[in-house]
């Protein structure tokens, strides 16, 4: 069982398609997190949230959007992604610098 | 020289075998350090903190060693369900909520 919890658990979207990610915890965490992983490999860092602002970017391309709506909320707002978009991925939360990461379920996407 | 680098792995071992992994990182002023294990198709779950003293966890023990840059995992008795990727996680940031740097991931299936 997770304390994050990410919707929808799979999403299949077209290239010209716009679609949301979403992610909620409701452990009092202060810091946020997208991820994206392939097969076979490493979750790979997209964005962090800390205290509600974007404290890291990691040069990901526009067509990715995040948002921070609340302590609790994250979303991934997603327009005019490629095949190679398709990936799991994963929202994580933290609550210190010495404490581990708490990953929810991930959604996995396929761009078509 | 990557950040965080693991065993390349896979591991097959026989149920009830001993087995150890190795983790090694670049920044020396890392803060944290910590053990995930990933199912196929699922997120990261924490397997354990590795502190500086050493712990363990029933059959699970890990062990820092701060002046090598180097962390470990042992598993003793190994059950069919221990067949997993562990991803080696280093927190290499000084501030809140950010940086933490997986390996690549090492392999394990334990074969009845």
């Given amino acids: 069982d997770t304390e994050v919890t990410q919707t929808p658990k799979h999403l299949v979207m077209g290239m010209t398609n716009k679609k949301s990610l979403k992610c ?89 | 020289r990557k950040e965080v680098e693991q065993d390349p792995g896979p591991f097959n071992v026989p149920e009830g075998a001993t087995v150890a992994f190795n983790c090694t990182y670049s920044n020396s002023a890392s803060q944290s350090f910590f053990w995930y294990r990933q199912d196929c198709r699922k997120e990261p779950k924490l397997l354990m903190s590795v502190y500086s003293s050493g712990n363990e966890d029933g059959r699970f023990t890990a062990q820092l060693n701060r002046a090598s840059q180097y962390i470990s995992l042992l598993i003793r008795d190994s059950k069919l369900s221990d067949s997993a990727t562990y991803l080696c996680v280093v927190n290499m940031g000084n501030y809140y909520g950010q940086n933490f740097v997986f390996g690549p991931g090492t392999r394990l299936s334990v074969l009845p």
């Fill in chain 1, 24 to 112: 909620e915890q409701h452990m009092g965490h202060r810091a946020m997190y997208w991820y994206k992983q392939k097969a076979k490999k490493p979750p790979e860092l997209m964005f962090v949230y800390s205290y509600e602002k974007l404290s890291i970017n990691e040069s990901v391309p526009s067509r990715f959007s995040p948002e921070c709506p609340n302590s609790s909320l994250l979303n991934l707002h997603l327009h005019a992604l490629q095949p190679e978009d398709s990936a799991l991925y994963l929202c994580a939360s933290s609550q210190e610098s010495n404490s581990p990461l708490h990953f929810g379920n991930g959604t996995r996407l396929t761009v078509t």
